[in-house]
């Protein structure tokens, strides 16, 4: 799937993929951790762990189990489980672990980048807003650096500083609420690389 289809995608009637399941494997399918590097495959867990729509974890996803089994077995060979996968689904299971990911507003954002960059459209982004609390989620969905900007649609952000606190890796960062709501928000990411961030005013 390629960002634009996968933006697209997201242009879908809300009711509909609020019906949607959202998952990245199951006993139909080969499991991820064999079927994509360790990059894509968090890139991925991100875009289905934030969406609209329920999302689905398969039995040993969090271990990086790679046997696909059949259901109807009971044993399977010993694997060693990843500590790099369970550091990394702890961490984002208690960021997603909000009233806000289940109850708040979903919406596209809209971004744009420059004539002689083109990365910008391998870009995805979308936020969530409930009462004061906003989150931001962008994933570059390619093996390339893309660099973005990325517009909320948030209103009230000029005349502040805010902190965009990533959940996933922990960075702060503090950014003009002028800039972002004149520019957008100049988002830097590595090959398959992410962003989720919550804002609160410095």
Not at 13 to 40: G, I, Q, T, V, W
Not at 162 to 179: A, H, I, M, P, Q
Request: charged fraction near 25%; hydrophobic fraction near 35%.
């Amino acid at each position: 799937m390629t960002t634009e289809s996968t933006r697209l995608h997201l242009c879908a009637d809300l009711a509909y993929r609020e019906k949607l399941l959202r998952f990245l494997e199951n006993h139909d399918e080969p499991r991820a951790a064999s079927a994509f590097m360790f990059a894509r495959e968090r890139a991925a867990v991100v875009v289905t762990s934030t969406l609209t729509g329920a999302r689905m974890f398969h039995e040993g996803q969090f271990d990086g189990r790679k046997s696909r089994l059949p259901v109807f077995l009971a044993r399977r060979p010993d694997e060693s489980p990843d500590p790099r996968l369970q550091d990394f689904y702890r961490t984002l299971l208690a960021a997603i672990d909000r009233p806000l990911f289940r109850e708040g507003q979903w919406r596209l954002c809209e971004r744009t980048g420059w004539p002689d960059n083109p990365s910008w459209q391998n870009v995805v982004a979308w936020c969530w807003s409930k009462d004061d609390e906003r989150y931001l989620v962008a994933i570059n969905l390619s093996d390339c650096p893309a660099q973005a900007r990325i517009h909320t649609g948030w209103n009230n952000l000029a005349g502040r500083t805010w902190n965009l606190t990533d959940k996933l890796s922990g960075t702060v960062y503090e950014r003009s609420g002028d800039e972002l709501q004149s520019s957008g928000l100049y988002v830097d990411l590595a090959p398959w690389g992410y962003h989720l961030l919550s804002s609160m005013k410095a």
